[in-house]
């Protein structure tokens, strides 16, 4: 087993060996990959070096210090951050071999195709549905809230191939060519004036069946892999003490408390505090979170982080806008299809953005149910559709 200390050498050799590629993304992150640096749970040979995930932060923080200025969440977010795990834990060899790699260095952006119009939080009752030809599926249907469906090459599409079982025994998985015939994505535009996510309508798609991923009618277990893995990205992961959101509202506060009356100054100190110690608490829980999840398949700890950053992340982004007064209120408007992570640049954009936090990924009620069942073992919620056949059930 690799010390830390060895880690961190082998990082600084990783940095020596491609000086001259630090600034290019594909080819530095392809030798990152190479050498087992890109995500360290991952098994060796696939881009890790089968050991805790927890340390990938030793990698990242030798990263840093060198002024290696990529990050998976700007690169390839749901890719790295939900399809790569998802084709690791269930995908043949061929299909490990052909996207692995080049989910990280970002050559393919992914997307996921979970959500339908009539389908969001019971992701189990959607209507798409793909039909058997031969080796391959025909799929039909339509996906809503695609974001970076408009830059993807592939997808994570879920669907129904089976209506005559329950709903979750009736679903594959594949990986869908967004470049397929038949796939047409259309912007949504959001709060903020741009739009990172799409719909997108499948008509006559054809798949592959080697493109499954998990076995005809195993979809939900897949899809459950995916959605841990996206709690976990979403709720951040372990970023350094005081930095990203709170350290914008220390800022802010930094540049506005002298501007305040004493009474007020006072009730928004007590607010800043507040909320700096919720931030510290949740770094923690996702240090502890990260430390302790195996490697391919996190478990409901990933609900805990998500819940309480999404939240926070509200509450940060509102404190700062208070902070702010009237200019708090002014906001740019733009219609660029973009991802909204890096931007939007002005306090006002991420407080708009800050919106979605506790719908992405799954709604906060959503996560306290799964806390709730899972978790604490309290009651389950009334599902009157769970063992009767789909087709049958009212809708
Ligand atoms: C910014 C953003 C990006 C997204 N990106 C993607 C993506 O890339 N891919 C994708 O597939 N989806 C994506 N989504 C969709 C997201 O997963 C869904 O919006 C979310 O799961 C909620 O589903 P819904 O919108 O259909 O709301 P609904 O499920 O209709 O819920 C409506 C309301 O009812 C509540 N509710 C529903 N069921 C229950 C229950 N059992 N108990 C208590 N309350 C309940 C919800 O909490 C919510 O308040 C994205 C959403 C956003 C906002």
Not at 59 to 75: E, T
Not at 89 to 109: A, W
Request: aromatic share 6%; proline share 5%; hydrophobic share 35%.
């Amino acid at each position: 087993m690799i010390t830390d200390d060895e880690l961190r050498e082998r990082t600084e050799a990783l940095v020596a060996a491609n000086r001259d590629v630090l600034d290019d993304q594909i080819a530095f992150r392809g030798a990152q990959w190479d050498d087992g640096l890109a995500t360290v749970q991952f098994p060796e040979g696939r881009g890790g070096l089968g050991i805790s995930p927890g340390k990938q932060s030793i990698v990242d923080d030798v990263l840093r210090a060198h002024g290696v200025r990529y990050d998976n969440l700007r690169i390839n977010p749901i890719g790295i951050g939900m399809g790569a795990p998802t084709v690791l834990t269930y995908g043949s060899d061929e299909l490990i071999d052909k996207h692995l790699r080049r989910i990280f260095t970002g050559e393919d952006i992914w997307c996921q195709l979970f959500s339908e119009p009539t389908n969001g939080s019971d992701v189990a009752g959607i209507p798409s549905r793909a039909v058997r030809d031969g080796d391959e599926w025909v799929v039909n249907g339509q996906k809503v809230w695609t974001t970076l469906a408009h830059v993807s090459s592939y997808g994570m599409l879920l669907t129904r191939t089976n209506p005559d079982v329950p709903k979750h025994k009736g679903l594959s998985y594949f990986i869908l060519d967004m470049h397929a015939p038949g796939v047409e994505i259309r912007p949504l535009f959001q709060i903020t004036g741009e739009a990172e996510f799409n719909e997108v309508f499948l008509t006559d798609v054809r798949i592959p069946d080697t493109h499954r991923l998990g076995a005809e009618g195993e979809g939900w277990r897949v899809a459950t892999t995916t959605l841990m893995n996206e709690r976990v990205a979403l709720s951040g992961g372990p970023a350094p003490r005081g930095s990203g959101a709170i350290a914008e509202l220390v800022k802010c506060w930094g540049e506005r408390a002298e501007l305040l009356a004493p009474a007020e100054r006072a009730v928004m100190r007590d607010r800043v505090s507040d909320l700096w110690v919720r931030a510290e608490v949740l770094r923690l829980t996702n240090q502890r979170a990260k430390d302790g999840a195996s490697a391919g398949n996190p478990g409901p700890e990933g609900s805990v982080g998500k819940l309480e950053s999404a939240q926070l992340s509200q509450a940060i982004h509102e404190c700062i806008v208070d902070l702010m007064g009237a200019a708090g209120t002014i906001h740019e408007l733009g219609y660029p299809m973009t991802r909204s992570d890096s931007a939007p640049d002005s306090r006002t954009g991420r407080f708009l953005r800050s919106r979605a936090n506790t719908i992405e990924g799954g709604t906060s009620e959503i996560m306290r149910n799964i806390l709730g069942e899972r978790v604490l073992g309290l009651p389950g919620d009334v599902r009157v559709d769970k063992d009767i056949p789909w087709s049958e059930a009212p809708r």
